[in-house]
Antibody
Framework: EVQLVESGGGLVQPGGSLRLSCAAS????????MNWVRQAPGKGLEWVSY????????YYADSVKGRFTISRDNAKNSLYLQMNSLRAEDTAVYYC??????????????WGQGTMVTVSS | DIVMTQSPDSLAVSLGERATINCKSS????????????LAWYQQKPGQPPKLLIY???TRESGVPDRFSGSGSGTDFTLTISSLQAEDVAVYYC?????????FGPGTKVDIK
């Protein structure tokens, strides 16, 4: 079964750090571009970051640029999001999402269940 | 960034009736070299992650019922549910993946009248 499972969420104080992980299974992880998408409570979807299959190309939303770092370990079938200098507005469910195969950009065909990040003192 | 807007914000439709959701992008998402619109539609039910319904503006994802269809090109797109079922109650989002800064619409909530 094709699956993405996020972990690492939790409660963190403003200014703190957190590292999210996404474990992939059921497909050849190294062949797919991956993304992080977040959703604040009761709000819509916000794309956060993209990483190409090889890890050589990375993009960020302006709202997280300079604070968040996306990475992947294809040997471990894992995607990561290092989040530093966290703010209250970063509070959200964070989803990892697989980009459908083919081309540089494509729709997101597989999503994880998400992990909740709460930034509060 | 490409700004995505959706209308209406919400709608209530009787079971078996048609539901139509509109999505507009602030600039064209049609890539001229391959004539593809970089536009997708997602369905999100409460407590669940989004589910891909439509990609390339009109291609239905495998396993998605054929009552769901997408149309449009350039900057104006539509998601149609031809005969609303109870299990279609959800929030629907459009997304452009034309730009390396991917953006979603604000969502349209669909309920049963």
């Amino acid at each position: 079964e094709v699956q993405l499972v996020e972990s690492g969420g939790g409660l963190v104080q403003p200014g703190g750090s957190l590292r999210l992980s996404c474990a992939a299974s059921g497909f050849t992880f190294s062949s797919y571009n991956m993304n992080w998408v977040r959703q604040a409570p009761g709000k819509g979807l916000e794309w956060v970051s993209y990483i190409s299959s090889s890890g050589s190309t990375i993009y960020y939303a302006d709202s997280v640029k300079g604070r968040f770092t996306i990475s992947r370990d294809n040997a471990k079938n894992s995607l990561y999001l290092q989040m530093n200098s966290l703010r209250a507005e970063d509070t959200a469910v964070y989803y990892c999402a697989r980009q459908a195969w083919g081309g540089i950009m494509n729709a997101f065909d597989i999503w994880g269940q998400g992990t909740m990040v709460t930034v509060s003192s | 960034d490409i700004v995505m807007t959706q209308s209406p914000d919400s709608l209530a439709v009787s079971l078996g009736e048609r539901a139509t959701i509109n999505c507009k992008s602030s600039q064209s998402v049609l890539y001229s070299s391959n004539n593809k619109n970089y536009l997708a539609w997602y369905q999100q039910k409460p407590g669940q992650p989004p589910k891909l319904l439509i990609y390339w503006a009109s291609t239905r994802e495998s396993g998605v019922p054929d009552r769901f269809s997408g149309s449009g090109s350039g900057t104006d797109f539509t998601l149609t549910i031809s005969s609303l079922q109870a299990e279609d109650v959800a929030v629907y989002y459009c997304q452009q993946y034309y730009s390396t800064t991917i953006t979603f619409g604000p969502g349209t909530k669909v309920d049963i009248k």
